[in-house]
T-cell receptor
Framework: QKEVEQNSGPLSVPEGAIASLNCTYS??????FFWYRQYSGKSPELIMF????GDKEDGRFTAQLNKASQYVSLLIRDSQPSDSATYLC??????????FGQGTILTVHP | GAVVSQHPSWVICKSGTSVKIECRSL??????MFWYRQFPKQSLMLMAT?????????EQGVEKDKFLINHASLTLSTLTVTSAHPEDSSFYIC??????????????FGPGTRLTVL
């Protein structure tokens, strides 16, 4: 079992819709969770991080964490074509080391 | 926000040569920097953890004699790919962990260095 798994893509949603990205992790001791966005040929940029169970909202983005289920998700409301990118879920496994999921390619079509 | 730079942004070299990549935290001090490698259509894979003033810690399967890491100051870490071969062609990305503050484990990524070995 992979340490961090993301829902298989690619994911395609119409402009204005909600995009839902999911991620599960295997290490119950993981404490912090991150969502990064990566455009083709560029390095990842941090969208959100979450430490506590529940929801965390930042603008159009909402991260959800359920440690009992070892599940973290990212919702993007009012999706825009500029949101089209690869989204990477990352888990801090120890001492700041991040383990990344394989990524989900999101396409928002007009 | 915290800014991390990498130099060069891209490099092409001949097989057998060595290439040095620099990673700098521009406006903060980073006791820890991380080096990742990303092959096309794959995710980031952690290669090593670089700690200022001490030896780097390499992930399983990463050759420490091939990928030399030096973290000489709180703002600079270097990765040297020695005797590079075509299979080392990849996108190398560094990240820096902020020294202090509430978000102690937040990492800031550099823009990456694309290495092509001919």
């Amino acid at each position: 079992q992979k340490e961090v798994e993301q829902n298989s893509g690619p994911l395609s949603v119409p402009e204005g819709a909600i995009a839902s990205l999911n991620c599960t992790y295997s290490d119950r001791g993981s404490q912090s969770f991150f969502w990064y966005r990566q455009y083709s040929g560029k390095s990842p940029e941090l969208i959100m991080f979450i430490y506590s169970n529940g929801d965390k909202e930042d603008g159009r983005f909402t991260a959800q964490l359920n440690k009992a289920s070892q599940y973290v998700s990212l919702l993007i409301r009012d999706s825009q074509p500029s949101d089209s990118a690869t989204y990477l879920c990352a888990v801090n496994i120890s001492y700041g080391k991040l383990t990344f999921g394989q990524g989900t390619i999101l396409t928002v079509h007009p | 926000g915290a800014v991390v730079s990498q130099h060069p942004s891209w490099v092409i070299c001949k097989s057998g040569t060595s290439v040095k990549i620099e990673c700098r935290s521009l406006d903060f001090q980073a006791t820890t920097m991380f080096w990742y490698r990303q092959f096309p259509k794959q995710s980031l894979m952690l290669m090593a953890t670089s700690n200022e003033g001490s030896k780097a810690t390499y992930e399983q399967g990463v050759e420490k004699d091939k990928f030399l890491i030096n973290h000489a100051s709180l703002t600079l870490s270097t990765l040297t790919v020695t005797s590079a071969h075509p299979e080392d062609s990849s996108f190398y990305i560094c990240s820096a962990r902020i020294l202090a503050g509430g978000r102690f484990d937040e990492q800031f990524f550099g823009p990456g260095t694309r290495l092509t070995v001919l």
